[in-house]
C-alpha cells in the first residue's frame, strides 16, 4: 500500500483504456478450481477442499440469476459478506511485495490480501450481479483511527447520482453511510470508466473522463496467471523486512 498514493496519482495522466467485461475477471470453471488448489495447496487436503469451498461459493453467488433479481441493498450484503469471510493479510506477508493488486479469484484461492483486493473483488462481483458502474467506484482514501494511519481502499456505491454513498470496507464489515465513516478522508475515485478527485465522500467534484487504473489494472486484465507464495517463502527475510515498514502489517 506504500505506493498506493503515487499509483493513484499517476492515473491521473491516462486518457484511455480497454477494460475487458467483469465476467472475464470474476469468472471460475471447475478445471481453473482443480489447477489453483493444486498451485496452492498441493497435497494439503483441508487447505484444497477450502479453496474448493471458496470458489465454486464464489462461483454460485455470482451466477445466481436469483441473485441478479434480488434488491441492490441485499446484493450489497451479500457480495460484502461473502467477501468478508477472507482474511486480511498484508502485502509483504501475503504477496512477498511492496504492493500488489489480486485479481479476485486470485484473492480468494490465496486465501487472503489488503483492502485493495477486497474493494476489487465487491467491484467485480457487483458488475457481474448487474449493479451499473455509475453506482460504483472504489475509493482511494486515508485511514485515520486508533493511531492506525494509512492509505486504504474501499468500495463506495451511490443509490442514485449526487446521494450519500454506501461504503463497503473491510476495516468495518457493517455498511454504512459515507457520514458515519470519520475515520476516512477520501482522495480519489474511480471505476472502468471514470476517475475523479473527491474532497468529501458525497459527490465527484472533478470528473475525467475515460481515465484509469494504469499499471495494477492493466495487469489485472492482461494477466492471466495467478501468483501464489508459499508459507516458506513468505518467512524469507526479504519479506520480512518489507512488512518491518508497512503500517497494515503491524495492526
Known sequence: MKRLRQSVV?????VFFTALPAADLVRVDDAEIQRLMDAVAGNNDAWRRDIQRRLTGWRSMI???????????????????????????????QWCMEDYWAKPVEFLANGGGDCEDYAIAKYFALRALGIPDAKLHIMYAQYSSGGVNGAH?????????????????????????????????????????????????????????????????????????????????????????????????KR
Not at 65 to 82: G, M
Not at 207 to 230: G, I, K
Open 63 to 93: 451466477e445466481s440469476p436469483a441473485n441478479r433479481e434480488l434488491p441492490e441493498p441485499a446484493r450489497l450484503k451479500l457480495v460484502n459478506d461473502y467477501v468478508a469471510e477472507t482474511l486480511f493479510v498484508c502485502d509483504p506477508l
Open 10 to 14: 499517476f492515473l491521473l495522466s491516462v
Open 153 to 249: 481502499m474501499v468500495l463506495a456505491y451511490y443509490p442514485t447520482p449526487g446521494d450519500e454513498p454506501l461504503i463497503l470496507d473491510n476495516l468495518d464489515y457493517e455498511i454504512r453511510p459515507a457520514a458515519q465513516r470519520k475515520d476516512l478522508t477520501p482522495r480519489f475515485g474511480f471505476n472502468v470508466k471514470d476517475l475523479w478527485e473527491a474532497q468529501e465522500l458525497k459527490g465527484r467534484t472533478a470528473n475525467h473522463p475515460y481515465a484509469a487504473w494504469r499499471s495494477e489494472w492493466s495487469r489485472l486484465q492482461a494477466d492471466s496467471a495467478m501468483r501464489v507464495v508459499t508459507a516458506e517463502q513468505r518467512k524469507a527475510p526479504t519479506c520480512q523486512a518489507l512488512a518491518s515498514r508497512q503500517v497494515w502489517c
